[in-house]
């Protein structure tokens, strides 16, 4: 939960099969859902009979939506958004989804994860004379979707011919006045499932959303897969999936919702495992474990099963905190980890204490942590993390943006824990890391404890390589 990673977003897209005008207030709820994604800036887009109307601003989901809001956002088509900005400023006109008006209609795009040759396409396009209202990498996809669909027969296509210009992550979903269609990177970096209810076909983020609209998990979108939704029912273009994927581990370890499935894997079974794993490499003589909540509670329980280590509960958080690495300014998280978090001194006074988190950045949040398990009468504290350390940029959603952030790069281990007046420290091993999926044992991107990209990725002197794979 030491955080100055900028998260990526949440999306959200529902089709209305039998005219049913409640697209909104579906997507509200999978929004909902979907609000540990993004709590900076949401939106919703409805197609009202080839007509979109939509209403987006900054705030939370029950701030910017109310029942009046929803009542005006009658549509049989709807696309949802929740942002955290990995690129372009922190204001209204960068909030998604982005509605576009060209030659041919309008255009609805939401957009999951991080362009990185977004600044090279967007002067290239400039230099052509195209406008751009916002500074969102966002942006740059719309205008490729609207430019290659005046040259082809359907939007779909248009998507089919916008994906191989895009360098990075992305997951998509598009509306047009008739159609609702769905994309995932080649690398299949960021997840996107899809489900069904009686009347709709759904697709989101993260199967949680699913669940909350009551809508059966179908399967996920495959990388490189473009999935179209009309009246004539679903397709599916494969012609663009290499067979190849990269799914980033930080979906298991931190930014997805434990009652989560991503790629055919329960995103709280990986984080017990994370914890299991971390208990058989850094085993420790304690009286207890806790976790820091939320992010370390799952891998905090597996810990303790694994180590026999009765688990408790030692600090108590204010749930009306959102997640501290998402306010934008390090003055802002600072004050928010201040009041977020409490130690519980009835458990830990007197005991050795195991306190597990999913990962350290700056070591700074950590450091003021340990210090209240100690002012609350711990003997001993022992930090337990379930990744590796970070030790390169990433340039798909987690946005890091250089290696002076990063308090690994320059410590050792021994350094960080005398830093964090911990009695020990340790993290997950590189090894370990890759046995978290468990059977599936998909192929994953953990770059940003390796440096080892899944494609070529701007240089940067302060840290990143380029690497192709």
């Not at 089709?15 to 709820?29: K, L, P, Q, R």
């Not at 709807?78 to 509605?99: F, K």
């Not at 070591?363 to 003021?368: A, F, P, W």
């Amino acid at each position: 939960m030491d955080r100055v990673l900028k998260e990526e977003c949440g999306i959200f897209g529902v089709y209305n099969t039998s005219g049913h005008t409640d697209a909104a207030v579906i997507t509200y709820y999978g929004l909902y859902a979907l609000q540990h994604r993004g709590q900076e800036s949401c939106g919703i887009a409805v197609n009202d009979d080839g007509t979109i109307i939509y209403h987006k601003d900054m705030g939370l989901v029950p701030e910017v939506f109310n029942d009046t809001i929803l009542k005006h956002l009658n549509g049989t088509i709807a696309v949802g958004h929740v942002r955290y900005s990995t690129y372009g400023s922190s204001t209204r006109e960068n909030a998604q989804p982005l509605v576009t008006k060209y030659k041919k209609g309008t255009l609805t795009v939401a957009h999951n994860g991080n362009i990185v040759n977004a600044a090279d396409l967007r002067k290239e396009f400039e230099d052509s004379g195209a406008i751009f209202q916002t500074t969102s990498d966002s942006e740059v996809i719309a205008y490729i979707i609207a430019r290659e669909r005046i040259k082809c027969h359907s939007v779909e296509e248009a998507v089919a011919r916008c994906l191989p210009y895009l360098k990075g992550s992305f997951s998509l979903v598009v509306m047009s006045p008739r159609k609702l269609i769905a994309a995932r990177d080649p690398w299949g970096i960021r997840p996107l499932s899809m489900g069904k209810t009686d009347h709709s076909y759904i697709f989101a983020s993260e199967t949680c959303a699913l669940d909350a609209v009551d809508a059966e998990y179908i399967r996920d979108i495959k990388p490189g897969e473009i999935v179209c939704v009309d009246k004539d029912g679903v397709r599916s273009d494969e012609r663009l999936c290499t067979g190849k994927e990269k799914i980033c581990i930080f979906e298991y370890i931190y930014f997805a919702r434990p009652d989560s499935m991503i790629d055919g894997v329960s995103v709280y079974d990986a984080r017990r495992r994370a914890g299991r794993f971390l208990a058989k490499e850094h085993p420790v003589e304690a009286d207890i474990v806790i976790p820091v909540p939320d992010s370390g509670i799952d891998a905090a329980i597996g810990y303790a099963e694994e180590s026999g280590i009765p688990y408790g509960v030692g600090l108590i958080k204010n749930r009306y905190i959102g997640r501290t690495f998402i306010q934008p300014t390090q003055q802002q998280r600072v004050r928010a980890v201040r009041i977020k978090l409490n130690a519980l001194k009835e458990t830990v006074r007197d005991k050795r204490v195991v306190m597990v988190d999913d990962s350290i950045v700056r070591g700074t949040t950590s450091q003021r942590i340990v210090q209240m398990i100690r002012d609350a009468g711990a003997k001993e504290v022992h930090m337990r993390i379930s990744s590796p350390p970070f030790m390169y940029p990433c340039y798909f959603g987690t946005d890091i943006p250089d290696q002076d952030s990063l308090v690994a790069v320059h410590n050792s281990v021994d350094d960080m824990r005398r830093m964090m007046d911990a009695d020990s420290l340790g993290f997950l091993s590189i090894e370990s890391l890759a046995e978290i999926m468990g059977s599936e044992k998909r192929d994953h991107c953990n770059a940003c404890f390796t440096g080892s990209y899944p494609m070529e990725v701007p240089f940067n002197s302060k840290g990143g390589q380029r690497i192709n794979e």
